[in-house]
């Protein structure tokens, strides 16, 4: 079967099992936690909770160290990926350790 086919069957089976009441084709709901939205204060303490310097805690997220120096006075918020990545550490605080983009010398 070509792709064309495979892709028109299903496409086929989609509209034909809509169109029913008895619906036979698997559904699942998909729910997306919204990110959150970090202050100035909550960053800060997720990033000393890794006891990194703002330098070090700006190359693991890959953001510049003025990012992490305007989130943490509150002229700037982090969103999208950056929040993403600062939820996961604040819900894991080993995440740093499990995976350990920079490596800190003691």
């Known amino acids: 079967m070509s792709v064309y086919e495979s892709i028109m069957t299903g496409l086929t089976e989609a509209v034909e099992d809509a169109k ?15 990110v959150k939205e970090y202050q ?12 990194m310097s703002q ?5 693991y ?3 510049s160290e003025k990012t992490v120096e305007a989130w943490e006075a509150g002229t700037n918020h982090p969103s999208g990926a950056a929040s993403r990545l600062l939820s996961m550490i604040e819900t894991d605080k ?4 499990k995976f350990p983009f920079v490596s ?3």
């Open 40 to 51: 100035a204060d909550e960053v800060k303490e997720i990033r000393k909770s890794t006891e």
């Open 104 to 106: 800190t010398e003691k």
């Open 61 to 63: 997220l890959g953001v």
């Open 20 to 34: 029913n009441s008895g619906k036979k084709l698997q559904r699942r709901i998909v729910t997306v936690i919204p």
């Open 94 to 97: 080993d995440l740093i350790k």
């Open 55 to 59: 330098k070090t805690f700006a190359a």
